[in-house]
């Protein structure tokens, strides 16, 4: 059963809450309706009924003790027939809102027949007018006599009741609505700020000053927040500071090896020596750049396309070709510096690992603009470049790559989400894959 109802309810919280109290309140009238018609009005209708039948059996005492044509003339004078007219007694069709309009009557006419004898019937006629026909004895015979009926023999206040029940019923639905969406405020405030936190902002501190239960999640969201921004500063400041010191020393060893080696030496020593030394500057050179991500660097204006250009330029200097197909993207704030990290670190992967197939793109779709990069590599896939966006992985395809620190993706991940864009890996048609860097056109950076 809940599988089966589950599907059904509205998927926001306010949806369902409104939803609920209208039942509620649905259930509520329901219920205020049934007692009301059922120990309320029942009752009166049948005491009236009591009443009426009273009258009629008095009526047709007197109608029976009157000579013929004096009776005869009597009942001619109050409409009487010897025959009903054609459409007495035909109900008209059902329906919802006349059920209360015909309650009262059907109610009535049940208890009046009940309380009168058998050969006195009654009949209700519906129509332009509203009749009461009851059938009396006049001089021997029978006679159909018209009574007629007001509006408030039948209906006796419960259309305004109705009204007045429906009208409760929308006021309670309404107060409750914005009751909810005071309550929902904070929430939404939660959820942007969960977002910035996910898009690597510094959200503004929640307030704490709403209901009891709100104002501890805003209180422990605000704490973890804290936290999160302390754990960052730490690990960054240990990242530079552990790259700055480790540079001190090895700038020596440099110098030392320099000195050291005496001229016309094993060249081959040597280069390899240089070449360690390299690799060592290029890994210390990654955690900086992990470090800082571009954190304090001021957007400006930029043209995105110019930039793929110039790092294109680049790599063509130094033999790998990258063939471009640049978009309309028109000019928009970023961190230039970091952009060219980010780009820089996937069109190096994409030589180091793909080789053939060099290939970089730019659009605007929506309000963002995206550049891929891609290459016609083999021996990895999407879905393991999606894992390797977390610091230090790196995949089964880099072991044969040395100067490495699985730092890479991490940090075009991190200035990604920085400037509030994304960065996605997909199958490229064709073979190969392309890494997709989504930029907000209209963000405002911090």
Known sequence: MRRVLFPLLPRSLLARNIALLVALVALAQVCSLTVLLHYVQRPRIERAAIIFADYVKTLDGVFAAMPADEGRAAAARLGGQTQLPEHTGLEPSPSAIRFFRTYQRDVFVEALQRYLPPDIPVRWQSGDGERLWIRVHVAGGPRWIALPMTEDAHASGIAMTLALSAGLALLAALTGYLIQLHINRPLQDLARAARRVSAGDAPVALPTDGPTEIAQVSRAFNQMTLALQQAEATRALMLAGVSHDIRTPLTK??????????????????????????????????????????????????????LVGQLAADFAGLGHEFELLPGDIPVFAFRPVSVMRLLMNLMQNAVVYGRTGLFVRTWTEGDSAYVAVCDRGSGISAEELEQLKAPFSRGRNARGHSGGTGLGLAIVERIARLHGGSLQFRPRDGGGLEAVVALPLNRHSA
């Open 253 to 306: 060893l440099r110098l030392a090896m320099a000195m050291a080696i005496p001229r016309g030496a094993d060249d081959t020593f040597v280069a390899s020596a240089e070449g360690y030394l390299d690799q060592i500057d290029t890994i210390l050179q990654q955690f900086m750049d992990y470090a800082g991500s571009g954190e304090r660097e001021v957007p400006q204006p930029g043209d995105l396309n110019a």
